[in-house]
């Protein structure tokens, strides 16, 4: 059984950091791009950042660029989300999320790219 789980979120207040992570087991993802995007109430699912299969490639969305930084590590099969500078509108459900297409370079944004995901660690940042 594939699963995928979030850990780190929590109740933090604006200008603080946060580590998000995912670990994932059922099967190696080592050879995917995986990604995380959120969801924060009565909005849609927005892309976050991913990163490509050998870490080479990463893609962030224009809102937390040069404040968040994925990473990965294949061989324990997880992929991380450090969260520095957060701000009351970053307060939403986080989602790891993982690709079935392996060995692509691509780092994609969109949701329907992803065939794998998480249930989600929630994130509110107070002020």
């Known amino acids: 059984q594939v699963q995928l789980v979030e850990s780190g979120g929590g109740l933090v207040q604006a200008g603080d950091s946060l580590r998000l992570s995912c670990a994932a087991s059922?099967?190696?993802?080592?050879?995917?791009?995986m990604g995380w995007f959120r969801q924060a109430p009565g909005k849609e699912r927005e892309f976050v950042a991913t990163i490509a299969w050998s870490g080479g490639s990463t893609r962030y969305a224009d809102s937390v660029k040069d404040r968040f930084t994925i990473s990965r590590g294949n061989a324990e099969n997880t992929v991380s989300l450090q969260m520095n500078s957060l701000e009351l509108g970053d307060s939403a459900v986080y989602y790891c999320?993982?690709?079935?297409?392996?060995?692509?370079?691509?780092?994609?944004?969109?949701?329907?790219?992803?065939?794998?995901w998480g249930q989600g660690t929630q994130v509110t940042v107070s002020s």
């Open positions: 999320a993982a690709t079935a297409v392996t060995y692509s370079s691509d780092t994609p944004s969109r949701p329907q790219s992803y065939s794998y």
């Open positions: 059922g099967r190696t993802f080592s050879r995917s791009a």
